[in-house]
C-alpha cells in the first residue's frame, strides 16, 4: 500500500514527482502549466466580466474525509466557489494548499484530487496554483485542505446584507440541514439510513439565473452555523430584525428524524448548498418561482421576513414567537 | 415524523387550549394566585417553552418549573471531583454529552479536555465498558449521571464488567433518585406547589404507583404526562378536571409509553446495583435527606471514589441566585437579580442556567429578547 511520505513535502525530486504525476494531471489548465511560482491571470479576463474583483478563502478539515454526497475534494472547491458566487461574481480561479500527514494513504489522497479536478471541470473553474506540505504523522488528521478563490462582479450589481430593509422577504433555496445532519449520523453512527445526503454542490449556476432579478438585496450561503447564523448575520449588518415561520421551513423527513431523535434543530445545521436571500417583498414571490424552476432550488420557500424590530425570532406552529438565540458554539466541529 | 406531529397538531392544540379555557373558568384560582402545576421534568419544562405552551394557557393556570434535570441540580464540587479523576495519566473518563460544559470551581470537564485530559462522550454507558475492554492498560471511568431514565442502562452495564471480569472500569455515581426530592419540596412551607405533571421517563421504570405518596399524604393531584404539546395539554386538563372536582390522584396521560407497573426488569437491575440511603447534595436545594444513591457491596470494586479518592469539595453557589426559589415555585427566572448579564448559557452562574434543559436556559434560549421588548 503506497502512502504519503515525508520527503514528499520536503522540496526535492519527490515532490517534484508528486506534484507532477498527481496535481498537475489532475488539475492541467494552461494558467497552471506555466509552473511559475504565481498564477498569471491576464487582467482582460477580469475587465470583461465586471468591475470588482471577489477574493475568499477558506480551509476544509471535515472528518469523515468523504460522506454521502461528497467528499472533501468537492467540499473544498464548493465551498470556496459559493463564497464567491453570492456576491454575484462568477467564481473563475482557485488556489489550492494541502496540509498532508504522513502515512495517509495515496489512494485516498488521488481519490480526494480527483473528486477536485472533476468539480472544479463542471464548473468552469480553474485550479491555477498550489502548494504540499507533510507533516509527521499525528500533527495532522490525515488531510487538510485550504482554497482560495477569485471571481469578478459585473458592474451595477450589488447585493449586500447591510441593504436589507423591513418588508424584505427571506427566501432559501432548498431543505435545510441535510450536510449537518448528514455528517452527525456518520459520525456518532447513528445508524439511520435514509434519505441523508449532504447538499453539497455548486451553486454558480443557480445564482446566475438570478442576476437579473430586481429586488434582490442579499444573498449568503448558509454554511456552518446554518440559517440561524445567516439570519443573525443579517440582522447585525442591516440593524433590522429577522422573522422566520416555523411551518414554512423546508425539512427533508430523515433531517427531522435526525432533530426529534438528538433534540437538535436543523435551523443551527450547516448546509454546503443552500442560499439564503433576501429580497423586496413584491419580488418574494417572482424569486421563488424563479429558484424553483432550477433543479438546485426546487424545494426553496419564503421562509420569514426582515422587521424594524431587533433581534431574531421564530413563529411556532401555535403562533407563539420565541427567541433564536445563536448557539453558544457549533454543535460538531470538523463539519467542512 | 407522523408519531411526532399527531401529537402537535395546531388545530388539536388549540381547540384543547380553547376547552381548558372554559374548564379553567370554573376553577377558584385568578391570574394572582394561579392554579400552579409544577412539570418535574426538565424534557417538559424545555417542550414548554419551545412551544410556548405556557403563554397558551388560560391567565389563572402556570406552570412551576421543578427540579427534574440531572444536570441542573448536579453540585459544582461533584464536578471538581471528576475533573481531578479525569486529569489523572492513564485514565479515559467517558461522559454524556450535556455534562461536558458543567461549571464546577475549577472550569468544566471542556476545559479539562483542552487541557489534555482525555475526556470522551459516550451515549451509553455500555460504549465506556467497551473502551475499557480494547484499551486493557488504561482506567475507564463512567461518569454516571442521571435519575431512574439512565440508572438501569448504568446497572446492566455493571452487572456485564462484573460478569466478564471487567477490573479496569469504574464509575462515578451522580445517580439520584426523584421521588424523595419531591417529598423534600412538599415539605417546605409555602411551597405553592398545588399540581404536578411527572415525567415520562422516569416513570416509565418507576411506574405509577410510585406517586401515590403525592396524591394520599399531600393530597395533590399528579398526572404522569409525555413530551409532546398535545401530552402536556392533556395532562394540565386531566389536572384542572381533579381540582375542579376537589380530587387528588395519580393518573397516566402517557398510557402509550409507560406502563402503571413500571419495568420490574429495570427495577430488579437497579436493586442489585444501586441501594438508596443517606443524604445527598443537591444544587440550588441543598442537602436532602435519603437520596444518596450508592454501589451495593458486590459492586464497590467499580466506585470511582473508592478507588481514586479524589478530594471532597463543597462548592457554594451565589447566596443571589435564586435558583432555589424557581424551583419551588417562589419565583420566576425573570425575577431572579442574576439572569441575563451574570447568569447565562455562556456563562452559567446558576445551578437552572447550566444544561439546556434548566429553567432558566430554557427561558434565556426562547424569550429573552422577547421579555426584554
Known sequence: MSTVTLAQGSGGRAMQKLIATLFMAAFDNPLLATQEDQARIPLHLLNESGDRLAFSTDSYVID??????????????????????????????????????????????????????????????????????????????????????????????????????????????????????????????????????????????????????????????????GVNAVAHEFAAASGCGIELEERALPLKPAVRGVCELLGLDALNFANEGKLVIGVAANQAQRLLERLRAHPLGRDAAIVGEVVARRGVRLSGFYGVQRTLDLPHSEPLPRIC | MRFVDEYRAPERVMQLIEQLNARARHLPHDARRPLRIMEVCGGHTHAIFKFGLDRLLPDNIEFIHGPGCPVCVLPMGRIDACIEIASRDGVIFCTFGDAMRVPGKEGSLLDAKARGADVRVVYSPMDALALARDNPQREVVFFGLGFETTMPATAVTLRQARLQGVNNFFMFCQHITLLPTLKSL??????????????GHVSMVIGTGAYDFIAETYRRPLVVAGFEPLDLLQGVMMLVEQ????????????????????????????????????????????????????????YQAFDAERHFQPRRRRVCDSPEARCGDVLTGRCKPADCPLLGRRCNPNNAFGALMVSSEGACSAWYQYRFQEEEA
Request: with cysteine.
Open chain 2, 243 to 298: 381540582v375542579g372536582a376537589g380530587a387528588s390522584r395519580v393518573e397516566n396521560q402517557y398510557r402509550r409509553v409507560v406502563p402503571d407497573a413500571g419495568n420490574s426488569l429495570a427495577r430488579q437491575a437497579m436493586a442489585e446495583v444501586f441501594a438508596i440511603n443517606g443524604e445527598s447534595e443537591w444544587r440550588g436545594l441543598g442537602t436532602i435527606a435519603d437520596s444518596g444513591v450508592h454501589l451495593t457491596a458486590p
Open chain 2, 186 to 199: 412538599l415539605d417546605r412551607p409555602e411551597n405553592g406547589i398545588d399540581a404536578f405533571l411527572a415525567p
Open chain 1, 64 to 225: 469523515p474525509l468523504s460522506f454521502p454526497g461528497g467528499d472533501i475534494g468537492k467540499l473544498a472547491v464548493c465551498g470556496t466557489a459559493n463564497d464567491i458566487a453570492v456576491g454575484g461574481a462568477t467564481p473563475r480561479w482557485l488556489s489550492c494548499g494541502f496540509i498532508l500527514e504522513e502515512g495517509l494513504e495515496m489512494a485516498t489522497l488521488e481519490s480526494v484530487v480527483r473528486s477536485m479536478a472533476a468539480t472544479a471541470r463542471e464548473a468552469g473553474i480553474a485550479i491555477v496554483t498550489g502548494d504540499t506540505k507533510v507533516v509527521p504523522r499525528g500533527a495532522a488528521d490525515k488531510l487538510f485542505i485550504n482554497t482560495a478563490g477569485i471571481g469578478v462582479i459585473p458592474a451595477g450589481l450589488e447585493w449586500g446584507a447591510a441593504r436589507l430593509q423591513p418588508g424584505d422577504r427571506l427566501l432559501v433555496s432548498g431543505t435545510l440541514g441535510d450536510h449537518g445532519a448528514t455528517i452527525l449520523n456518520l459520525r456518532e453512527q447513528l445508524g439511520l439510513e435514509g434519505e441523508l445526503v449532504s447538499d453539497c454542490a455548486l451553486l454558480a449556476p443557480l445564482i446566475s439565473s438570478l442576476r437579473d432579478m430586481p429586488g434582490i438585496r442579499a444573498m449568503r450561503d448558509a454554511t456552518r452555523g
